[in-house]
């Protein structure tokens, strides 16, 4: 069974306080493996896709990294507008478009 | 362009009510999925359709029907509402059979059942 595991639950940072969010997997064959941002009260919103190990992405102030085991979500002297839940999914090799596991998330607050 | 677009927003129904939570989507995609989000748990899948007229099974799907008649709506019902259903309902849209591009999220849909 596909499994996703996001840590920290929760963090708390100061406005230029990089740092990054971690999150686990375990996958029979990895497709893809996405990011993506959750505001409350708002459906999440697409960030990375990730298919391999070494693959980089970035997009304004996060950066997204892959290795075999588990990716990182690395924000740089982040703003209070990226306060958001980060979801971590993992989609196999093997099936199809509905085999996506989901993570819980990581709950970042920015203070000013 | 409107993305993905679910009503209603809030619902609250009684315990054995039945009900059809709309999702619809402008952007022609064939795959969509319906999910719910539930406390301490990550997003999981109820039902997905990978083009009009097809529909299949998710991870939880007891108590919940769709169907596709085309390609831009893809209703979720609740059969006999239980208070296990509160939860939030999210509606998901992707271009791509490997969700390379991502999935597009409707807004919600915040089910109450008492």
């Known amino acids: 069974e596909d499994q996703v595991t996001q840590s920290p639950e929760a963090l708390r940072l100061q406005e230029g306080e990089s740092s990054s969010l971690n999150c686990s997997y375990t996958v029979s064959g990895l497709r893809g493996l996405f990011w993506y941002r959750q505001d409350p009260g708002k459906g999440p919103e697409f960030l990375f896709t990730l298919y391999s190990a070494g693959e980089e992405k970035e997009k304004e102030r996060l950066k997204a990294t892959l290795t075999k085991k588990e990716s990182f979500l690395h924000i740089t002297a982040p703003k209070p507008e990226d306060s958001a839940t980060y979801l971590c999914a993992v989609q196999p090799n093997s099936g199809g478009y509905q085999k996506v596991t989901f993570g819980i998330g990581t709950k970042l607050q920015v203070i000013p | 362009n409107a993305g993905v677009t679910q009503t209603p927003k809030f619902q609250v129904l009684k315990t054995g009510q039945s009900m059809t939570l709309q999702c619809a989507q402008d952007?022609?995609?064939?795959?969509m999925s319906w999910y719910r989000q539930d406390p301490g748990m990550g997003l999981r899948l109820i039902h997905y359709s990978v083009g009009a007229g097809i529909t299949d099974q998710g991870e939880v799907p007891n108590g919940y029907n769709v169907s596709r008649s085309t390609t831009e709506d893809f209703p979720l019902r609740l059969l006999s509402a239980a208070p296990s259903q509160t939860s939030v309902y999210f509606c998901?849209?992707?271009?791509?059979?490997?969700?390379?591009?991502?999935?597009?999220f409707g807004s919600g849909t915040r089910l109450t059942v008492v």
């Open positions: 998901a849209s992707s271009y791509s059979r490997t969700g390379g591009s991502g999935y597009t």
């Open positions: 952007m022609n995609h064939e795959y």
